[in-house]
């Protein structure tokens, strides 16, 4: 199985401030035909199912503001949120849709 | 707008039976491969199994190959789990979702498995 390592488990960060939440994947994610990574990104607040932040690493999902970005380096995936909103507070997991079984990151706590 | 509602989630014994289902509106049910994943209280997402959109292919986590049974009706737009033999650490939050990527998920809905 694919595992997928997010760091760190939590962080606190201002208001108004850059959060930047890291996963690392134990195997390649992208086929070699193709220059997608299969990485999704989520945000999960309190009471709430999972909602999908990104797709592709870095494709926005319909409605999810330009404050949320992803990017890539090799088998190292991040989520960038500027300016903090409270909103925000929430925790995030990233997840590899490349190989069965799905496999999700811990998660991260995002605190204010 | 899009829902997905799970129901028959409940509290059985270990060794017991329960099936979940999914019911869902405002999508084209047949144009989605669908899914179950599981969430532990205050733990992390685990993906169970998934559907194709015309039901003939399924995959499971290796954990419940055997005992869970995904099934899906293109007419009245639902799915159904068919878990049996649960086992305690089958306990957690089933959530149905719906997409390749995962686009749309429901509320969820409790499965606890204690004697």
């Known amino acids: 199985d694919i595992v997928m390592t997010q760091s760190p488990d939590s962080l606190a960060v201002s208001l108004g401030e850059r959060a930047t939440i890291n996963c690392e994947s134990s195997?390649?994610?992208?086929?070699?035909?193709?220059?997608?990574?299969?990485i999704a990104w989520y945000q999960q607040r309190t009471g709430q199912p999972p909602r999908l932040l990104l797709y592709?690493?870095?494709i926005r999902e319909s409605g999810v503001p330009d404050r949320f970005s992803g990017s890539e380096s090799g088998t190292t995936f991040s989520l960038t949120i500027t300016n903090l909103q409270p909103e925000d507070v929430a925790v995030y997991y990233c997840q590899q849709y490349y190989a069965i079984p799905y496999t999700f990151g811990q998660g991260t706590k995002l605190e204010i | 707008e899009v829902q997905l509602v799970e129901s028959g989630g409940a509290v059985v014994q270990p060794g017991g039976s329960l099936r979940l289902s999914c019911e869902t509106s405002g999508l084209s049910f047949g144009n989605f491969t669908m899914h179950w994943v599981r969430q532990l209280p205050g733990k992390g997402l685990q993906w169970v199994c998934l559907i194709n959109r015309d039901g003939t292919t399924t995959h499971y986590i290796e954990s419940v190959k055997g005992r869970f049974t995904l099934s899906r009706d293109n007419v009245k737009n639902s799915l159904s789990l068919q878990m049996n033999s649960l086992r305690p650490d089958d306990s957690g939050l089933y959530y149905c979702v719906a997409g390749g990527i995962f686009d749309h998920w429901g509320q969820g809905n409790l499965v606890t498995v204690s004697s």
């Open positions: 195997h390649t994610v992208a086929f070699e035909s193709s220059d997608k990574n299969y």
């Open positions: 592709w690493a870095s």
